[in-house]
């Protein structure tokens, strides 16, 4: 059951110098909260530019919500709350008048913001600081109000740029959770921009990966980690006492059933194998009389495809 | 009228508690609240939502508080010393005689100057004031990609900025000149005629139009110039050269210049109108020009008149129709200026990428 609400069809977005967006093609179906990951300056925010009208794409389309956004920026914006990156709000106001303010630009009257925004206020846990100004707010109190600022609006799908920036980790929980419970109960489309990846693996149904204005991979995170290493599903890590004992355990590594690579580094080993040959390679290690100090079996997470990738492709766009 | 508020009060109410008690949206829903939004109740359109914003801001920035107050002290000064001076010298002009009223704009016995000249001197910072940090303080805080991804259009904002600023002036503007014929009427006692009034109020039309074009100078600024501070002090840069060095400079042109004593009369009537032509480029001389003639109905030119063109002519004042016409040249320049710089602002505002900070 695809329901598609944002589509990218061959978006590009060129600077005089470089360009950000490359060829861009990606569907965003409806209730889904999708990751977009990447480094710094990936293009990741002038996408979000772009589905939000901001800024006009040098070539492609985007459609939000059955719109075009170059076109109509306007119905565009009124079903899309976007969320940018460091928000900022009227500091000398309150964080109640600040979504009032936001409200009446949505073209609510003065008593329904009123009401709008006291309702979201609830909503976001902030309700006892809704006569606060928002310059007395804290960092992760400044994200929830634009949580609130966005939700003011009823959109279907909102947008969030890199929501989880400089919040501590307890905060960054709660704002996911938040997010998170927000997408499932009111069934809204979430597009969330971030450079952490294990933050984000825990409430995204698919993630893209973004480097250098690509889109190098999509999919949820299983499908994406059994794509990337098909050719090896398993690594496991040993750690022995020594340098020399790895060097010669190197060998008799290769000798069983499944491994298909063996690094030594220092007194580490790591291991690549098509099966899971851990009790085997713990086996082998402790029969050579080496002592073996330390042995993990790495699963695969957000983190490791993002070094796989990042590591090397960043460095082949470079 | 009781009865329809509370079923509009219950009505929100429902839609409050609905989006409390949010169930699951299937497709149908989110299809219908789509179809819901199209007749959404637009009491307050976006335009002037922001417009009420920010006057309120104006209203309420010490910056507006404390020219409002320079402005007022001034113009308690101005009037002060012209209402003393009128008291006790009197009318000694004629002609002048008849538009003793206006006095209370233009007079002075040198010790302060007039309230037009205090107008023409503290307008520019007034309009600086309003506009140097109209768009870079809102990409500064932050706040101009969240107010971007609203349902506005993006000429909105500029356009919001300039008319809040705008009709703050023009409220001021009109309650200082206001206070000051009041303030007069009663020390002076005397009533002013129609056309008086009808000349103050076009004095104060084209004041409005002289800081409107300040205002839009530093809203240009704004939009050019990411630091408040860079804007604000280009816009007092551009006033102070306009105000000191410019003249500087004509000075220095027009002694270069001049023709010599022997000239042609037609020679010496050109140099004039050269250098008038120069002097015309800068705003504060159209408005003292432009003040001068509205306030003072004596004034028949603005530039230089041959003796044949003042034989036969009666030396009485000028009816309003006249005078204006006489300004005509000035105002539109003024005026002319404000936009081009509106413009350019717009323009400038429009082509601007939006990124967040």
Wanted: aromatic fraction near 8%; proline fraction near 4%; hydrophobic fraction near 45%.
């Amino acid at each position: 059951m695809s329901d598609p609400i944002i589509e990218l069809v061959n978006l590009t977005k060129r600077y005089p110098g470089y360009t950000a967006v490359d060829n861009l093609n990606l569907t965003i179906n409806r209730g889904e909260i999708f990751g977009l990951l990447g480094p710094n300056g990936a293009g990741k925010s002038t996408t979000i530019l772009m589905m939000l009208g901001l800024t006009e794409p040098t070539s492609g389309r985007v459609s939000v919500c059955g719109f075009n956004s170059t076109r109509e920026p306007i119905a565009v914006k009124q079903r899309t709350g976007y969320l940018p990156e460091d928000v900022g709000f009227y500091e000398d106001y309150t964080g109640l008048e600040n979504l009032v303010y936001t409200a009446c630009l949505n073209g609510f009257s003065r008593e329904e913001a009123r009401l709008k925004a006291e309702g979201v206020l609830k909503r976001v846990g902030l309700w006892e600081a809704a006569t606060k100004k928002a310059g007395k707010y804290s960092r992760g109190m400044r994200q929830r109000l634009g949580l609130a600022d966005v939700l003011i609006k009823d959109p279907e799908v909102i947008i969030l740029d890199e929501p989880t920036l400089g919040i501590d980790p307890r905060g960054v929980q709660d704002l996911l959770k938040l997010i998170h419970s927000l997408s499932r109960e009111e069934g809204l489309t979430v597009l969330l921009s971030s450079h952490h990846l294990h933050q984000v693996q825990e409430i995204c149904d698919r993630v893209g990966l973004f480097v250098s204005g690509k889109l190098l991979a999509h999919g949820n995170i299983e499908t994406l980690s059994q794509t990337l290493f098909s050719n090896e599903p398993f690594v496991i890590e040993a750690r022995v006492s020594s340098r020399d004992t790895a060097d010669k355990l190197v060998n008799s590594l290769y000798q069983i059933d499944g491994v298909l690579r063996v690094t030594a580094d220092g007194n580490k080993l790591d291991v690549g194998s098509a099966r899971d040959a851990s009790a085997e390679i713990a086996r082998a290690i402790v029969e050579s009389g080496a002592d073996l100090t330390y042995l993990l079996k790495k699963e695969y997470g957000l983190d490791d495809i993002y070094d796989h990738y990042f590591r090397e492709k960043v460095e082949s766009y470079a | 009228m009781i009865s329809m508020t509370t079923t509009l009060e219950k009505k929100l109410k429902a839609m409050h508690e609905e989006l409390l008690v949010e169930q699951p949206r299937t497709r149908e829903r989110v299809a219908s609240t789509a179809k819901e939004r199209k007749p959404r109740l637009m009491t307050q359109s976006p335009f002037f939502a922001i417009v009420n914003k920010e006057i309120a801001d104006h209203v309420r920035s010490w910056r507006f508080n404390v020219m409002i107050a320079l402005l007022g002290l001034t113009c308690l000064g101005s009037l002060y010393t012209a209402v003393t001076n009128m008291t006790a010298g009197g009318s000694k002009d004629e002609a002048e005689g008849a538009f003793l009223f206006l006095k209370l704009f233009t007079m002075t016995d040198g010790t302060l100057p007039s309230f037009t000249v205090f107008i023409s001197f503290l307008g520019p910072l007034l309009g600086i004031a309003l506009g140097f940090d109209a768009i870079n303080s809102e990409q500064n805080r932050g706040t101009l990609s969240r107010l971007m991804a609203q349902p506005v259009h993006r000429d909105y904002i500029i356009n919001a900025k300039a008319l809040a600023a705008l009709i703050v002036v023009s409220v001021m503007f009109l309650a200082l000149s206001l206070m000051v014929m009041g303030i007069g009427l009663i020390r002076i006692g005397i009533l002013p005629t129609v056309e008086e009034f009808m000349r103050i109020l076009c004095f104060v039309g084209v004041s409005i139009v002289y800081v409107a074009f300040w205002l839009n100078l530093s809203i240009l600024f704004s939009v050019r110039f990411r630091q408040p501070a860079t804007a604000a002090l280009s816009g007092i840069s551009v006033w102070l050269f306009f105000t000191i060095f410019y003249q500087l400079l004509v000075n220095v042109v027009a002694r270069v210049s001049a023709p010599s004593p022997m000239a042609r009369p037609e020679e010496v009537l050109q140099f004039q109108q050269f250098i008038q032509t120069l002097l015309g480029i800068v705003p504060s001389q159209l408005f003292s020009d432009a003040t001068t003639t509205l306030l003072m109905p004596s004034v028949r030119s603005l530039g230089p008149l041959t003796m044949t063109q003042m034989v036969g002519t009666i030396p009485s004042p000028l009816p309003l129709g006249q005078s204006l016409l006489l300004v005509w040249p000035q105002v539109t320049g003024l005026i002319a200026a404000t936009l081009v710089c509106f413009a350019l602002a717009y323009v400038s505002f429009m082509r601007k990428e939006i990124r967040p900070r």
